[in-house]
């Protein structure tokens, strides 16, 4: 299932009647920036990479040539889930999303990651 506009995409992923997962897709000025998410009952199985794969086939088949994300570089599934599709890490950056009980910030250190099209 799939919900699409010119600069923000958005699918479900389904195993066969059961949402399984999300994939999110957002433009920037050099392409798409990836954004995904898997209930963890459906991790380690494949259905993260074989669909964000298929994705990126269909976007690149539309002339879109770079994707970027983003993942907590203790995130080892995600990291090495990047890595396989071809993604190459770019940067770190060190990041805040969250607070503590008395409102300081918790910061990780993210990796920024790249796909680029072989033909760029």
Request: glycine share 10%; aromatic share 14%; with cysteine.
């Amino acid at each position: 299932a799939a919900r699409q506009g010119a600069d923000h995409r958005f699918y479900a992923v389904c195993l066969e009647e059961t949402l399984i997962g999300f994939v999110a897709m957002n433009r920037r000025t050099c392409g798409y920036e990836l954004g995904y998410c898997f209930h963890l009952a459906y991790h380690g199985h494949g259905y993260a990479r074989e669909s964000i794969a298929a994705l990126i086939d269909s976007m690149q088949r539309e002339g879109v040539e770079q994707f970027e994300a983003g993942t907590a570089l203790d995130n080892l599934p995600s990291v090495y889930l990047l890595k396989a599709l071809g993604f190459h890490q770019q940067g770190t950056e060190h990041v805040s999303f969250y607070q503590d009980p008395s409102g300081r910030a918790i910061f990780f250190d993210g990796g920024t990651f790249v796909w680029k099209a072989k033909n760029i």
